[in-house]
């Protein structure tokens, strides 16, 4: 299989772009055609996680062995994953599951990609003749920055240098960052938002200076935000895999269609959903939940992709981007792989902060999205919701639990439906009892009372209150590229 750009025509292999992250052009890596899986999704019914996972995986990265594959694949989801299924369902109400993406170390759906990614990078440095050491740059809200902590600490051949935004991360979630181990890692707080520290990230990319310097220093740039395509291609695994438990249920026929509501930041686990639709999973609507921050929801309503309008801060931090950086593979598709209309509309965003889809192009969408947000109470709300029915969820799957209710009302459609829920609700403990009970409680009593709601407290949440703070430096926007340098003196 070979990928181009979304930006210039292109030819590159599989472990060309784990390791480039991005294409020097400026584009994303899409793959050149999509493996059709139609006849597979039944024979998935009876196997295991990690069954699945190979059976989608393997067409896209041919320039790995099998043997490399299966290393990589087995270790990525073994027992760091507390339950046995992986991506376990859970039956909500009648036609409606819950798919919990929060059984690995880190407690949020980013591990799903980021236990794989770094197992695959050896064997790509290997085929790449890559002498450097890979030096792996994150921006995160969040999620993405513990997952890839967790998924390269200690890993020969790799460093990683991860940014967060300092009042913009959960207390756990800054917890759990801040005391990360391993001797190549280092973790900054950025005053500022989200996209403040992605796009300074992006810039640290394209610096031609900075990119020398550190060469000289012997390492190579790399991406583990979900722009690579190595992070995407394992989400599209578990669409497959509840898919195939749904079978194994018999709470579906072979080919019925579903839906999945995804709660969406950055596009890029809903992509992955589209691209498993591409490849034969029989997909009827993939609703796309946004929180108060929702440029998505108009740009599915309405074509105008706007950026041009207030950040809010909200409980569901994962979802709090106006950038939705993944949205460009989508653009390429509906553009119907043009390179130049793709630039002409990032130019746009870039220069003016918003782009309108040309009408062609619109109508391909409508009929495969579908897209809705919730404000701050209706999340703290279907938190509430949820709680009563006995499921304690975080916020934002409750965005989704919201979403899916709203496009039910809109649309009387009914068919069976899989909520992704994409993180533990520990990682969002005092906004979860707060919505519950009505009480501001401290981190410690927050985390308590979710147990007292029949929830178990997860093992590396407890092992993290005893932990040593090893990275407490914040830092201004502009004084990144430093910190850089200093991290790999
Ligand atoms: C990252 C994240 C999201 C958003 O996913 P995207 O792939 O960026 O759309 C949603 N929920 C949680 C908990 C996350 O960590």
Same mark, same amino acid.
């Given at each position: 299989?070979? #990928? ?307 950040? #809010? ?93 709203? #496009? ?17 609700? #520990? ?63």
């Amino acid at each position: 299989m070979q #990928y181009t750009s979304t930006r210039a025509k292109v030819s590159e292999s599989s472990s060309h772009c784990l390791l480039a992250g991005i294409s020097s052009d400026g584009g994303l890596y899409v793959p050149k055609s999509f493996p059709n899986l139609s006849g597979q999704y039944s024979l998935m019914a009876g196997e295991n996680y990690v069954q699945r996972a190979l059976r989608v995986l393997t067409p896209f990265f041919t320039d790995f062995s099998k043997k490399e594959l299966d290393f990589a694949v087995r270790n990525a989801y073994g027992p760091q994953f507390d339950h046995p299924k992986v991506a376990p369902l859970r039956k909500l109400g009648a036609g409606d599951w819950l798919q919990e993406l929060w059984h690995g170390p880190t407690l949020a759906f980013k591990d799903y990609a980021l236990q794989l990614l770094p197992r695959l990078m050896g064997p790509a440095r290997q085929r790449q003749r890559m002498e450097e050491e890979v030096l792996i740059l994150v921006a995160t809200s969040g999620d993405t920055g513990k997952a890839a902590l967790e998924g390269f600490a200690d890993v020969p051949g790799m460093r990683i240098a991860v940014f967060y935004p300092s009042e913009g991360v959960s207390p756990l979630q800054k917890l759990q960052m801040v005391t990360q181990q391993g001797s190549n890692v280092a973790v900054f707080g950025v005053k500022g938002n989200f996209d403040d520290a992605q796009t300074s990230v992006k810039h640290m990319f394209a610096d031609p200076a900075l990119n020398e310097v550190l060469l000289a220093r012997g390492f190579r740039f790399s991406s583990a935000n979900s722009i690579n395509w190595g992070r995407l291609a394992p989400q599209i695994v578990y669409y497959f895999s509840a898919y195939a438990d749904l079978l194994a249920e018999n709470a579906i026929q072979p080919g019925e269609k579903v839906n999945f509501v995804v709660p969406t930041g950055n596009f890029g686990n809903i992509l992955a959903g589209h691209y498993a639709r591409r490849m034969g999973l029989p997909i009827n609507m993939l609703i796309c939940a946004s929180n108060q921050n929702n440029v998505l929801t108009q740009f599915f309503a309405d074509g105008l992709y706007n950026a041009n309008r207030p950040f #809010y801060k909200t409980i569901s931090p994962s979802m709090d981007i106006l950038i939705s950086s993944n949205l460009e593979r989508l653009l390429y598709e509906v553009l119907q792989n043009s390179e130049q209309g793709v630039q002409s509309l990032m130019r746009s965003l870039k220069e003016t902060g918003s782009y309108q889809l040309p009408e062609q192009a619109r109508e391909q969408l409508t009929g495969g999205f579908w897209a809705g947000f919730a404000t701050e109470e209706q999340t703290r709300q279907a938190i509430r919701n949820a709680s009563e029915h006995n499921l304690v969820c975080d916020p934002h799957t409750a965005v989704a639990l919201y979403v899916r209710e709203q #496009y039910k009302q809109q649309t009387g459609d009914t068919r069976p439906t899989v909520i992704l829920s994409t993180a533990s609700p #520990y990682k969002f403990a005092r906004d979860v009892a707060n919505a519950i009970t009505g009480e501001s409680l401290e981190e410690g009593a927050a985390l308590s009372r979710l147990e007292k709601l029949g929830l178990p407290l997860p093992l590396p949440v407890a092992l993290l209150q005893s932990r040593p703070v090893l990275h407490p430096q914040v830092l201004e926007k502009t004084q990144m590229a430093n910190a850089l340098l200093q991290f790999t003196r």
